[in-house]
């Protein structure tokens, strides 16, 4: 994409800046985490600073259309011109009030928000199929598990090794010892961790060991929302 964009100033005779990137990795655009959490509320500050001019975006936002051009507005309102590579066009202030510029806004903003929306209930779809083989075959749900479990042959196999240290954790909870006291006593008898096999351990980590459901082979499957 990085090509592209080059090739795009190159044609249009624009100075293509790499010094500064904002980038937004893992924040969704169809959500608007990337302006609410991420790189791109950053950018919109700056722009309002006055540090651009011109903005190469990709994914915007994949939000519904009137949050995605109400975004865009805001973009172009601090002076900021978007350009955009498929279909190469220039949006600047004059085409907020150019008719047929705010049509093809509404499309595109429409056009990825169905494709976000659809990859979403594909990706649901897969996460419900793989729940119901859990509940009715007893298969992992992902490969990822506890440190005190591996997986063979499509199902959870206790690893004894590692096993023993969280039982050890859970009796001393049981005998009235806290997380701080858990913690000395793992450090001190130099017990490996079973996520990474040293005797490092975290507070965190002892305090979601007494309180995690899975230690008795409970699995509670989520789902997040904004």
């Not at 509320?41 to 651009?52: D, H, K, N, T, W």
């Not at 008719?99 to 499309?107: D, G, N, S, V």
């Not at 997380?179 to 000395?184: D, F, G, N, Y």
Request: hydrophobic share 35%; proline share 4%.
């Amino acid at each position: 994409q990085f090509e592209q964009t080059e090739a795009f100033c190159k044609r249009h005779k624009l100075i293509l800046d790499a010094s500064l990137t904002y980038e937004d990795l893992g924040r969704s655009s169809f959500r608007g985490q990337n302006r609410d959490l991420g790189a791109l509320g950053r950018f919109l500050e700056a722009a309002r600073s006055g540090g651009f001019r011109y903005g190469s975006c990709r994914r915007v936002s994949r939000q519904v259309a009137r949050k995605a051009l109400r975004l865009i507005e805001d973009i172009i309102e601090t002076g900021v011109t978007i350009a955009t590579i498929n279909p190469e066009r220039f949006y600047d202030e004059a085409a907020l009030d150019d008719a047929f510029a705010l049509i093809e806004m509404l499309l595109i903003s429409i056009r990825a928000n169905e494709e976000s929306a659809r990859k979403s209930e594909r990706v649901g779809d897969v996460w419900a199929k793989r729940r119901q083989k859990a509940r009715e075959e007893g298969k992992p749900v992902t490969a990822r598990c506890p440190a005190w479990l591996e997986i063979k042959d499509e199902k959870y196999r206790v690893v004894k090794s590692k096993a023993v240290v969280v039982k050890q954790i859970i009796d001393w909870c049981a005998d009235g010892h806290g997380a701080p006291s858990i913690l000395k006593l793992l450090h001190d008898k130099k017990i490996p961790n079973p996520a990474s096999g040293k005797p490092k351990w975290s507070l965190a980590y002892v305090q979601m060991l007494m309180r995690d459901r899975r230690t008795i082979g409970e699995y509670q499957p989520r789902k997040l929302s904004n």
